[in-house]
């Protein structure tokens, strides 16, 4: 399918949308208006030049949503890849370069992230923020490289929280309890207090605890199995404080605070070095659902800290904001790969004892962030608006590997000579054959503006632009039998102005027709060595020549409409975004390593719909859905001109589905109170397409992996079979309860019907070591208490 083809499919389908959603307007009811803040400035979301979704406080509520990927069902183009809690990797309208892992640190991210004004996104390490006491969670869907700037060239997700309330006492209080059928108990606790502090300030405070239930089992040495490994635990809290000091001046400090702590990792394996069908001098394995293979336990955890101060001062002719921020992360990311450094021993020639070593990779990243935004807009209600800003920000970002294997040195003297243990080491610890640390200084530089017209009463015009400058500077230091011992300096910078422009047109008070072209962009970088010891003569060949990628840009183009009834919502846009040196990540084969590059060019086409209706009082209808086709229009080669990792004119771009939809009803039995309580019953539906987590996984599919090791009895020779195409799935979830304005009461099912879904592929050493799929939670039954007061 051409581009032009596919851009007037999507104009066309758009069309027949619209023609069909205006006339099933006729029953009216009054329905609730969300303000938003996707433009800096308070707007009613049908008003919004373009296409934005807000998930309420009382959306969240009732569909029971308690992380991002539970709210991505209820948002048109968004796909999260959910890779354990505090892992998610999310992609908006197609936009995606595959799969980022934990040690990509140089990549950026491609939907920036926000708490509030808070820059709080780093790339596969989304913060997994408890989501009690939000107001709302806003996706601006396309390039909002304006006003938000580099890492929002897919679009923007916005944390807004409930603000401290001046002269009101109040709070809130809520308790869950949830069972995962053949898997772990788990649970929540959460409050939030509202304190005045007088008449010109007050003071919300928000406290959260949960517990993660565990659905993934371990087999272990011996036939021992350890259930529900990956189990967890969420902690933290949020103090905000607000003080009218004038009429005129508010300032607003807060602070907060999470800790995630989790065993282990959604991994559901085919095969590990350790345990396959194919050995003979150890019990073969055959996995089942939600199971792997571990020597040792895993971890990871992600404490978190955010202190912010917003002042706003009120100018009469324009209100001034100042947003400070400072967000310090410590990553601990903790895995057993024992296969993975077992996998080369083997290659090395160990004896069984030497390769059947308790090894440990741990990742660590230290994050300390500072951020300056000032901006100035218009208050005044003429035709004229406008809002300038600046921005800075500052991050240091120390990232460090280790992989402690007690008593490798050992086995590696004994196999190749003895002192070659010592004579790799590097200055790092003996008994870690692999060991780097990367320190990366980054700061930027912007100033932007947007500024809109109204020609008429019907027609306004939108124009805005932002000027960046980005430089960032890294150190790499590595040292072990693994690695390509380094001690080498980087830097990397670039600068450029993204513009924007979009126009709105209405028809009719309850009719919104919006265009725009915006550009976004997101920074490029310099990648790793490679582990040149483990890899092929072959790949080190084609892999090596990768050492930087520049900035990745796209051009987005999109028609959108927006129609408000009051018993009837109905927002569509069809768009096509251009993208310039996408930065695509792939395995480096037999390396071990990951690399980034650009493809000159690809486009991300579709459409989404988001919907709502209720025909009469008390039930509702809502769906969400989208149609993408994300491919690449170039074509990589290596010097012998064989295209690498799939690269290719016409393949699929990685980890997003062509389609995916989600419908929800609800009835509210208004006339059937009990005890004051009016009781409710609700069902969400959401299908995903297939996808696949690589580009190269669409060549050569299904693939067949060959260890090429000999261990435990197998030649190595034997072939493991695998569909890399992620197969569809479908979750139904259900819930009934009881609601007032003080209390609910929830019962629900999620994942009724016990869908395994693949989310994921993994593969360890280019599959040599280990393959499995990340998955998703099982069935699992729950109830959640509410109190208001």
């Not at 979301?45 to 009382?58: G, H, L, R, W, Y």
């Not at 904001?321 to 024992?338: F, G």
């Not at 209720?614 to 990589?636: H, I, K, Q, R």
Request: aromatic content about 10%.
């Amino acid at each position: 399918m051409t581009r032009k083809r596919s851009w007037l499919y999507a104009v066309s389908a758009i069309a027949m949308a619209v023609a069909v959603a205006v006339p099933a307007t006729a029953h009216a009811q009054n329905s609730d208006e969300i303000i938003v803040t996707a433009t800096k400035r308070e707007t009613s979301i049908q008003n919004v030049p373009f296409s934005v979704n807000a998930q309420t406080e009382e959306d969240i509520q009732r569909t029971g949503a308690t992380t991002l990927e539970d709210i991505s069902r209820s948002v048109a183009g968004m796909a999260v890849q959910n890779l354990g809690p505090g892992q998610s990797q999310v992609a908006l309208r197609g936009v995606s370069a595959g799969q980022i892992v934990r040690d990509q640190p140089g990549v950026k991210e491609q939907v920036g992230v926000y708490l509030d004004d808070t820059v709080i996104s780093l790339s596969l390490f989304t913060p997994d923020l408890d989501l009690f006491d939000l107001n709302r969670v806003e996706t601006l869907r396309g390039p909002q490289g304006t006003l938000f700037g580099s890492g929002s060239v897919g679009g923007t997700i916005r944390y807004i929280t409930n603000q401290p309330e001046l002269g009101r006492t109040g709070g809130a209080l809520e308790g869950n309890l949830n069972q995962i059928e053949d898997g772990g108990t788990g649970g929540h606790v959460r409050g939030m207090v509202n304190i005045p502090l007088g008449e010109n300030a007050a003071l919300r405070v928000v406290g959260h605890y949960t517990e993660y239930a565990g659905f993934i089992d371990a087999l272990r040495p011996g036939g021992v199995t350890s259930e529900d490994v990956n189990d967890g635990t969420r902690q933290g809290f949020r103090a905000a404080l607000r003080l009218e000091a004038t009429p005129n001046l508010t300032i607003t400090p807060r602070v907060n605070y999470q800790i995630v702590d989790v065993n282990g990792f959604n991994r559901q394996e085919v095969y590990n070095l350790f345990a396959n069908p194919y050995t003979t001098t150890r019990p073969a394995v055959r996995f089942g659902e939600r199971q792997q293979y571990l020597l040792l336990d895993e971890q990871f955890k992600d404490e978190t800290f955010i202190g912010d101060l917003t002042i706003e001062y009120d100018l009469g002719w324009a209100a001034l904001t100042s947003i400070s921020s400072y967000v310090s992360r410590n990553i601990l990311v903790s895995r057993d790969a024992s296969a993975l450094t077992g996998s080369v021993s083997v290659d090395l020639g160990f004896p069984t004892a030497g390769v059947l070593l308790p090894s440990n990779l741990r990742d660590n990243t230290d994050l300390n962030q500072f951020t300056q935004e000032v901006r100035l807009a218009s208050t005044g209600s003429g035709p004229f608006q406008w809002l300038v800003g600046a921005f800075y920000t500052d991050v240091q970002r120390d990232y460090s590997q280790r992989l402690p294997t007690p008593g490798y040195d050992f086995y590696t003297d004994v196999t190749l000579g003895a002192g070659t243990a010592a004579a790799v080491r590097a200055g790092f610890p003996a008994n870690s054959p692999y060991n780097s640390d990367l320190p990366y200084d980054i700061t930027q530089y912007a100033v932007f503006g947007e500024a809109s017209y109204d020609i008429s009463e019907r027609l306004t015009v939108t124009a805005g632009a932002r000027w960046y400058d980005f430089q960032e500077d890294r150190r790499f230091v590595s040292g072990g039998l693994f690695a390509d011992i380094t001690n080498r300096s980087d830097s990397t910078e670039s600068d450029g102005v993204t513009p924007r422009l979009m126009l709105q047109y209405r028809p009719s008070d309850d009719i919104r027709i919006n265009l725009q072209a915006a550009q976004g962009f997101r920074l490029g970088g310099v990648n790793d060595p490679l582990n040149v010891p483990l890899c092929t003569p072959s790949d080190r060949a084609i892999f090596g020549g990768f050492q930087s990628y520049d900035d990745e840009t796209s051009w987005n183009y999109e028609a959108g409409f927006k129609l408000t009834r009051p018993s009837f919502t109905f927002n569509a846009a069809a768009f096509y975004n251009d993208i310039t040196d996408l930065q695509v990540t792939l395995d480096a084969g037999s390396c071990s390593s990951r690399i980034s590059f650009n493809v000159p060019d690809a486009h991300a086409a579709g459409i989404e719909i988001e919907a709502g209706w209720s025909p009469m009082p008390g039930l509702e209808f809502s769906v969400a859905g989208s149609w993408v086709e994300a491919e690449f229009d170039s074509t990589v080669r290596d010097g012998s001109g064989a295209v690498i990792g799939g690269i290719q004119s016409g393949n699929r771009l990685a980890s997003v589905p062509d389609y995916q939809i989600a419908a929800t009803a609800a009835y509210y039995f208004q006339n059937h109170r009990f005890n004051g309580m009016e009781p409710f019953v609700a069902a969400t539906v959401q299908h995903v397409g297939s996808r696949y987590t690589q580009p190269s996984d669409q060549v050569n599919n299904p693939r067949g992996f060959v260890s090429g090791l000999p261990f435990g009895g197998a030649t190595g020779n034997e072939i493991t079979r695998v569909d890399l195409e992620l197969d569809p799935y479908t979750i139904v979830n259900i819930n009934a309860g009881l609601q007032s304005d003080e209390w609910g009461l929830t019962f629900y099912v999620n994942n009724v019907t016990d869908e395994n879904a693949q989310l994921s592929f993994d593969r360890e050493r280019g599959g040599r070591a280990r393959l499995a799929f990340h998955t998703n939670q099982p069935r699992t039954f729950g109830v959640t208490l509410r109190r208001s007061f």
